[in-house]
């Protein structure tokens, strides 16, 4: 391939390495539970210089269908991961990561963490705190809230070391 770099020391082309990692991370994040087609858009999308393709860019890259793209990114925006934007004077979308994409999942998660909490504790009263299912249910409940607690720390801390690294 033409233009194509090497990989110090592999005699393996850059595309191709990149390829790999970005099937690499895509199976850790279908292990993980996440639909394997959008594991493998998200992957290429991560890996992607400027954090966006097009459809057409993913479907090459991937050499998967435009309806295995199209049906990725559905998921992929449902989920808060991707959005869509249109290149300027064309009627062709991008998909694009979002720039605080991990700080942002794990903020909703953390809503999900008190929901689930609060469920988990209006189910630990009506099942009794005698019951076995009542005990195991209200520790259940109090192992979201200490999860809740240290990933509020954990962001917290994130950001600080964000700003230190910009500024030095």
Known sequence: MTGMTTTEGSGEGKDEAVSRFV???AAELTEAGMQRMASRVFAALLASETASM???ELAEQLRISPAAVSGAIRYLSQVSMVSRER???TRRE????????WYETFTRRD???TRWEKVLRDGSELLGPDSAAGTRTAETAEFFAFLQREMLGIMDRWGAYKESRAAS
């Open 23 to 25: 099937e690499r991370f």
């Open 54 to 56: 097009t459809s057409a």
């Open 87 to 89: 290149d300027p004077g």
């Open 94 to 101: 991008r998909y694009v990561l979002h720039n605080e994409l």
């Open 111 to 113: 809503q999900v963490l």
